[in-house]
């Protein structure tokens, strides 16, 4: 007598199959094709995880730039002014501080400057 496994079994795809719910076609329902789909998603999930990081340090840059030449700096002098001053701010608050209080960036860049 063989031990069929069904239930291990019909779990297993359900698992797949529901995390393929939303696709179009036969990845939705076809097990083949919607198990490659499944693999497939989670690559580009984990892909979009690391670019995610990427592209908001980059937008943290760039605002972070156009604040500074405002008050006649360039983004590199600007940074490399506060590293001198000694200021751990880091690009995430200082592109927060250059939209919402642009006073207070005004002070880190006449700190910059002073360094």
Not at 52 to 81: E, T
Not at 95 to 109: G, H, T
């Amino acid at each position: 007598m063989r031990v069929k496994g069904g239930i291990v079994h019909t779990r297993r795809r359900r698992k797949i199959l529901k995390q393929a719910k939303g696709f179009r076609g036969k990845r939705k329902n076809c097990w083949r094709i919607a198990k490659q789909s499944v693999i497939k998603a989670r690559l580009h999930m984990y892909i979009s995880r690391k670019l995610r990081k990427r592209n908001m340090r980059r937008l943290w840059q760039i605002r972070i730039g156009a604040a500074a030449r405002r008050h006649g700096l360039s983004y590199s002098k600007f940074m490399g002014g506060l590293r001198k001053a000694g200021v751990e701010i880091n690009r995430k608050i200082l592109a927060d501080l250059a939209i919402r209080d642009p006073e207070a960036f005004a002070k880190l860049c006449e700190l910059s400057k002073s360094a």
